[in-house]
């Protein structure tokens, strides 16, 4: 077994890489570009070796700076993980050109897999069923248009060398073939270097049934039973499961001798997986993966197999771990890939930090497989994963119950994200009666991507609470630290001359304002809601949590502040929600000036400094009525007050200045 293996990967695969090879005792030499200098992939490898700048093709893409850390590390193998040079042929030639164990198949099976033509030839002679088509080397229009007219329209023109979709065109009648084939020959061309084309039945609305399988370097091949990777979308996969639901036992028999057979074919060596298409009772193979997949973690979850263990002693020349006959399938699992991406906008990628970061507690049933830590930065340069989230139970409902869970409590704030979407997919009635498709999420689009609503009155109160509360909490660290704690002034319950102790907050999220009247009460809030009244308690607790009571209903949320913008996290919604603060606004527009002005006319209730007093960033200083709203004017940085222009009960003018600041260091 290798004493030292350099992982040639980031993010969440190069953390669990590291992992196992931690747990086996084998030292692991990280590789980062300067994007990655503070990564958690890096932490957790005992060396690292800087590649270079953040771009790909100028790090973790470059072989020879690859090579070169394995020889200065005296690293003796190097696992690829996947995506970057996991299945480039070129560089597995170059590790054994330079003694270091590639830890993946030969450079021979990448390459044959790498051609869906000649792997489909591969897999025609193995006896494996392939959908009907024409993958020859005859590529003229005419043979292309003959076999066309011999499958039946509609076909799939494909790029033989592509993969993942690329380079796909269906075509529905023979009129459309020339064009198609000329699109499909450009693109391929310029998008593998290979125009090769070949040509299948279209299958309207398979499913993705893949096979995970495992050989050694001794002849020994078994498989690792079916995942199903349906649920996708624009060939990115989003949830896959293990094993596939509905399926057949004969189905599920004949599809592992199969892909059995296809990996001895190819005197397969290391972890591969066997891609088929199921539709209508009938499998076909599609393509053949030489590298770990994403979603290996469901086979680990249902076999109890840890498969970079077995791709460790493998690559270093021991038979596999487990015959086939002691390999067996244990419950079910599901992982759902969760993403810095946008669905409302299009699911593009979110970049940002991650101001907040909480998974769900890991245990027998739960498993997140992450790189990224709180504060970490999502950025443009790599794939947007923020984790994989994988269940597991003893079967598929309970492991889709313990699914939702999860996903409602893996918190994210500062960049958007899918879980909400993982969580409409999850909750679906046909995803939880094992209706998936590659169509899935087209046929149930209205009801993965709701309508966005305004705030309901349940988190109207979440916020109000949170807001108030810690307005108290800040008032009382006030009053501690002013020579007067006591003073009537520091307490925070809106009190006013003759008058009910009220005041009206005004939240904005996407669907406009909403106003919220407070009214205080001695043991908590009774809040006028647009949809009635509602009384309200609660606390903040040591770990940051709004501990709530709404008019007896408790639960504890989180709500995540940054200024004037707060995002509650509650059963699975993240709620966007801004306080409108007039006043916060007036100190943002002329913060520099040194003067705070009046954000609009009112009166002076409550001055909670004096001239000459330090202050915070954020720290209350005055508070005015107006428009029966409080507004608090609060420290535009850290400084201290110079002059405080007016007193309790004083009227003021709009734009009137009210005190006098000065920035620290100012
Ligand atoms: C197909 C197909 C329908 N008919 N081939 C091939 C690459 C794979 N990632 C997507 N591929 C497909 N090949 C024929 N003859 C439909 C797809 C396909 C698909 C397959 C599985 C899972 C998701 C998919 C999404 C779009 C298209």
Request: net charge negative.
């Given at each position: 077994m290798f004493s030292k293996i350099l992982i040639a990967n980031r993010g969440e695969i190069a953390c669990r890489v590291a992992r196992t090879c931690r747990r086996l005792g084998i030292a692991t030499v990280a590789v980062y570009s300067d994007a990655d200098a503070d990564a958690m992939h890096v932490d957790l490898c005992d060396e690292a070796w800087r590649l270079g700048p953040p771009p790909a093709r100028d790090s973790y893409l470059r072989g020879d700076a690859i090579l070169e850390a394995a020889a200065r590390t005296g690293a003796q193998a190097i696992h690829p993980g996947?995506?970057?040079?996991?299945?480039?042929?070129?560089?597995?030639?170059?590790?054994?050109?330079?003694?270091?164990?590639?830890?993946?198949?030969?450079?021979?099976?990448?390459?044959?897999?790498?051609?869906k033509s000649e792997s489909k030839r591969l897999m025609e002679r193995?006896?494996?069923?392939?959908?009907?088509?024409?993958?020859?080397?005859?590529?003229s229009d005419a043979a292309l248009l003959a076999a066309a007219e011999n499958i039946g329209y509609p076909v799939l023109v494909k790029a033989s060398a592509g993969g993942g979709g690329k380079g796909m065109r269906v075509v529905n009648t023979p009129a459309d073939l020339p064009a198609a084939i000329e699109g499909a020959r450009r693109e391929a061309a310029s998008a593998f270097g290979d125009d090769t084309l070949l040509v299948e039945k279209f299958l309207g609305a398979p499913r993705h049934v893949e096979l995970q399988v495992f050989g050694d370097t001794h002849g020994t091949v078994v498989h690792l039973f079916e995942r199903d990777c349906s649920i996708q979308r624009r060939h990115q996969k989003v949830i896959e499961e293990a094993p596939a639901p509905n399926l057949p036992a004969e189905v599920r028999a004949a599809l592992a001798q199969a892909g059995v057979a296809a990996a001895q074919a190819i005197g397969y060596v290391g972890a591969g997986t066997v891609e088929f298409l199921?539709?209508?009772?009938?499998?076909?193979?599609?393509?053949?993966?030489?590298?770990?997949?994403?979603?290996?973690?469901?086979?680990?979850?249902?076999?109890?197999?840890?498969?970079?263990?077995?791709?460790?002693?493998?690559?270093?020349?021991e038979p596999l771990p487990l015959t086939q006959a002691?390999?067996?399938v244990s419950g079910h699992a599901i992982e759902a890939r969760v993403y810095a991406e946008d669905p409302a906008g299009g699911f593009l990628p979110s970049i940002g930090t991650l101001r907040h970061l909480r998974p769900p507690t890991e245990g027998p049933h739960v498993r997140v497989d992450t790189g990224v830590r709180p504060k970490d930065e999502v950025s443009m340069h790599y794939d947007p994963m923020i984790a994989k989230l994988v269940v597991w139970d003893a079967d598929r409902l309970s492991a889709l119950r313990r699914l939702r869970t999860a996903l409602e409590r893996y918190q994210v704030v500062g960049v958007a994200t899918n879980l909400e979407f993982l969580g409409g997919v999850a909750a679906h009635p046909a995803f939880g009666r094992g209706e998936v498709g590659t169509r899935f999420i087209d046929t149930h689009e209205a009801d993965l991507f709701p309508e966005t609503t305004a705030a309901d009155d349940g988190v109207l109160a979440l916020a109000a609470l949170d807001v108030l509360l810690r307005r108290q909490r800040q008032a009382g660290t006030l009053a501690a630290a002013s020579g007067d704690p006591h003073s009537p002034w520091h307490v925070p319950n809106g009190w006013r001359l003759n008058d009910d102790n009220h005041q009206t907050l005004v939240f904005r999220d996407e669907s406009g304002t909403q106003a919220v009247t407070v009214h205080?009460?001695?043991?908590?809030?009774?809040?006028?809601?647009?949809?009635?009244?509602?009384?309200a308690r609660g606390e903040i607790d040591a770990s940051g949590d709004l501990v709530s009571d709404i008019d007896g209903f408790r639960r504890r949320v989180t709500v995540v502040r940054q200024g004037l913008d707060l995002v509650i996290l509650d059963r699975g919604r993240h709620h966007r929600l801004t306080l409108d603060d007039p006043a916060a606004r007036a100190a943002d527009r002329d913060p520099g000036a040194g003067g705070l002005v009046a954000p609009m006319p009112g009166k002076v209730t409550r001055v909670l400094v004096e001239a000459g007093q330090t202050v915070d960033k954020g720290d209350p200083l005055m508070v005015l009525e107006a428009m029966k709203m409080e507004h608090t004017i609060t420290a535009p940085a850290d400084g201290s007050v110079t002059t405080v222009h007016f007193e309790t009960g004083d009227q003021v003018a709009d734009g009137a200045p009210l005190l006098d600041f000065e920035a620290k260091g100012g």
């Open positions: 996947y995506g970057f040079l996991s299945e480039n042929a070129a560089f597995a030639r170059a590790c054994a050109e330079a003694d270091v164990v590639f830890i993946g198949p030969t450079p021979e099976a990448i390459e044959a897999m790498g051609s193995a006896g494996v069923p392939l959908v009907p088509g024409y993958h020859g080397a005859d590529q199921y539709q209508d009772g009938r499998f076909y193979f599609i393509e053949m993966n030489t590298r770990l997949q994403v979603e290996h973690p469901v086979t680990e979850m249902i076999t109890g197999q840890d498969l970079v263990e077995w791709q460790l002693r493998v690559a270093a020349g002691d390999l067996s205080y009460r001695p043991t908590g809030y009774r809040l006028d809601l647009p949809g009635g009244t509602r009384l």
